[in-house]
């Protein structure tokens, strides 16, 4: 079986991104906001308060420094964009959103265990790594395939037995 050739690029959450995380998290904090002005009549003011979470959350994820991902014929490698070709993390690279344009990525560095502790996810645009995104994309899907199914003969992958 082929697999496909190294790739490596330095990946950070681009701003598409950060924005929407800002959004979700002020949307949040409005939500509860509000409910607690209803719970315990306070001042409707209150909800001017509601966007500092969604700015703060925002700009912390967009202030994340940048983190280099590799693959190198056999497993995903992920670490710090400084130790870049000496990445610390092996594990899996899986889609978990995929918008042509956009990808949510989960990398699972360790046995699954309980609420995913051991997982980080990566936000990528093709605005952000506009040269690495076509070779980014058959890469993630042929090492995909290459890595999690193992070779069957035909008689064995059919699932009507």
């Known amino acids: 079986m082929r697999h496909p050739p190294s790739f490596q690029a ?5 701003r598409a991104w950060c924005l929407a995380w800002g959004l979700l998290v002020a949307l949040a904090s409005a939500s509860l906001l ?21 700015l ?3 700009r912390q994820m967009r202030h994340q420094p940048p983190q280099s991902l590799r693959w190198d014929g056999q497993a995903w490698l992920l670490g710090p ?21 956009w990808m949510l990525l989960r990398f699972d560095d360790g046995p699954e265990r309980r609420f995913g502790l ?27 395939v290459a890595t999690e199914r193992p070779e069957t003969s035909p008689q064995e992958s059919s699932p009507i037995r």
Do not use: F, K, Q
């Not at 009549?41 to 509601?50: D, E, G, I, R, V």
């Not at 130790?83 to 959103?97: A, C, I, M, V, W």
């Open 34 to 54: 509000a409910w607690l002005m209803a719970w315990l009549n306070l001042p409707a003011a209150l909800l001017l308060l509601a966007p500092l979470p969604g």
């Open 81 to 101: 964009a400084t130790d870049r070709g000496s990445e610390s993390r092996r594990g899996r690279l899986r889609p978990l959103l995929d918008l042509g344009a």
């Open 56 to 58: 703060w959350a925002g």
């Open 118 to 144: 051991r997982c980080s996810h990566l936000a990528l645009s093709r605005v952000d790594i506009p040269l690495e995104w076509p070779l980014l994309r058959v890469t993630l899907y042929s090492g995909a």
């Open 10 to 14: 330095e990946v950070a959450p681009g």
